[in-house]
């Protein structure tokens, strides 16, 4: 068993090694410009493209003509709302809606166009982190020209119910994008059933590279977008730029193995997360964060009371998890997503996410659940406020000092 | 977050972990920071007739910054007199265990825990 053990999936996937070497001739080979229309080299690219184009496309039920490249599930995002946004701003109104526990890539967009004089609703997700389809319902307005919900938190792996929310948003002519960056071969996708105009698609969260991401665009009814990237008129116009061929190979056959292996390795996966979560709630005062029903199979999030998220990833170094704290970064902030489903704060400190995928085993799984048990327990020998809940202190009655 | 080798020192082999019983005549209890904030500071400090501090003990709910702060101080007042532990300042702190600034609210709550020990045991010593 090699160590650190990488339990950190959502954050990015290792490439496929059948990906990379299905990648490599387009570098030093195969490096035509797809859009070279007058010879064979780029003849050959554009085929690798058209190829891999048809392989995203089947993998979530879509027409090839409906995929658009991008650099990632960020720029696909911008390009859906900003795009969406300003092209329906003025005919159908400029209220949009989205929920709190969204991607930074989502949420920092809208606040963009929050000042540019759109107003957005966030709403509030329930304790289960999944949205409240009534308080969506009323949240919907006249003038609302765009809703953006995530299939799939990257947090807590929630899966959000988009099959409702397209309907509603059909029925009232209001554009619906979704963020499945953290979804395509963990859950089935079937755009040809769902009423979402927009989609967003990132190739390194699911065995491809990095720097690659597609932006589905509904063509029945049609999706209209306003260009965020000018120039030379490549993706009909959506989105200029050079091809980067070798990275659109790698995503398509990224998504082809998702299609073919799907099924079998989100039942394994499934069997090793119910494992670390067995394990992990032999421990005392462990409390799992999010909905494990409406669920992906590979993520777990717990939080481990009196213990903060820190020191306890500084504890697990032999393990490559991340922590809902952000004191990581410079905020010291808690999980925005934590807080979000109304976590206190001194849980959304201690929370530690686990993102299983194509490569761990068993032992490492074992391994884990061992560390962590050793690791909580003298961290809490350390902890006053275990030793005040052990005496049966009510922790929530003290007056804290705040700092 | 990468961390100074006394850091992690600390982190890994902290010194003085544990409690006293805080009734007992001679010992100052200081608890500072709140779990909403993610650290929690219990600095026991334990003085002799002569005013000197012959012990200390400490719990810390915190980031390792947090805790090799407490485990730092514990170790410096011991054998101070309480008017020289009230002498230490976060800066040093923060210094000897080369903090980085986001890092620094840590010391802070150290200096702030002595201080809280030392008015405790005051208190209980005057009264």
């Known amino acids: 068993m090699h160590l650190p053990i990488y339990l950190d999936y ?20 195969r490096f035509g410009n797809p859009a070279s229309r007058s010879h064979s080299f780029g003849w050959e690219a554009d085929a690798a493209v058209e190829e891999a184009r048809n392989e995203v496309a089947a993998l979530v039920h879509a027409d090839p003509k409906e995929i658009v490249w991008t650099s990632g599930a960020t720029e696909s995002d911008n390009l859906a709302i900003k795009g969406a946004a300003h092209f329906y701003g ?33 709403l509030d997700a329930q304790k289960n982190g999944l949205i409240d389809l009534e308080a969506f319902q009323a949240a919907l307005r006249d003038d609302t020209a765009l809703v953006s919900v995530m299939l799939v938190n990257n947090e807590i792996g929630v899966i959000q119910p988009i099959a409702e929310i397209g309907d509603l948003c059909r029925a009232r002519g209001i554009i619906f994008h979704v963020d499945a960056a953290q979804a395509t071969g963990k859950v089935d996708i079937d755009l040809s059933a769902l009423n979402v105009d927009l989609m967003s698609f990132s190739a390194h969260k699911t065995y491809g590279p990095k720097g690659i991401g597609a932006l589905y665009v509904r063509r029945k009814p049609r999706a ?11 993706e009909r116009g959506l989105r200029s730029g050079t091809l980067a061929t070798h990275q659109i190979v790698g995503m398509g056959e990224a998504f082809r193995l998702a299609r073919l292996e799907m099924a079998a390795e989100t039942a394994r996966v ?6 670390l979560l067995d394990g992990v709630s032999r421990i005392e005062a462990v409390h799992v964060n999010g909905d494990m029903t409406a669920r992906v199979a590979h993520n777990l999030n717990v939080s481990f009371a009196y213990v903060e998220g820190e020191s306890l990833m500084m504890a697990l170094k032999d393990l490559a998890v991340s922590s809902g704290s952000a004191c990581t970064s410079a905020s010291l902030e808690p999980s925005y997503v934590l807080r ?17 995928g194509r490569f761990t085993t068993k032992e490492e799984i074992d391994y884990a659940v061992e560390l962590l048990r050793q690791k909580v327990g003298k961290l809490r020998d350390m902890s006053p406020l275990w030793e005040m809940a052990q005496a049966g202190v009510d922790l929530d009655a003290v007056q804290w000092a705040a700092h | 977050m990468s961390y100074s080798v006394k850091v992690i020192d600390h982190y890994e082999n902290p010194r003085n972990v544990g409690g006293f019983d805080a009734d007992e005549a001679g010992v100052g209890t200081g608890m500072v920071g709140a779990p909403a904030c993610g650290d929690v500071m219990k600095l026991q400090i334990k003085v002799n007739d002569n005013g000197v501090i012959e012990d200390a003990r400490f719990k810390t709910y915190g980031c390792g910054s947090a805790i090799a702060s407490s485990s730092l101080i514990t ?13 230490i300042k976060n800066a040093q702190i923060a210094e000897e265990l080369a903090l980085p600034p986001v890092k620094i609210h840590c010391s802070v709550l150290a200096e702030d825990a002595i201080k809280a020990a030392v008015a405790d045991y005051r208190k209980k010593h005057c009264a």
């Open chain 2, 75 to 87: 170790e410096w007042v011991k054998g101070k007199t309480v008017d020289e532990a009230l002498e």
């Open chain 1, 224 to 234: 209209r977008l306003e260009a965020q990237m000018h120039g030379g008129g490549h």
């Open chain 1, 270 to 275: 499934r069997r090793l997360r119910d494992r």
């Open chain 1, 340 to 356: 979000a489903l109304g976590q206190p704060d001194e849980l959304a400190h201690s929370s530690i996410r686990f993102t299983l």
């Open chain 1, 10 to 29: 959502s954050a990015t996937t290792p490439v496929d090694p059948r990906v990379a070497e299905k990648m490599l001739p387009y570098l030093c080979e």
């Open chain 1, 90 to 122: 003025e005919t159908k109104g400029r209220h949009l809606i989205s929920v709190k526990t969204e991607h930074k890539a989502v949420l920092d967009t809208l606040r963009d166009l929050e000042r540019q004089g759109f107003r957005v609703t966030y």
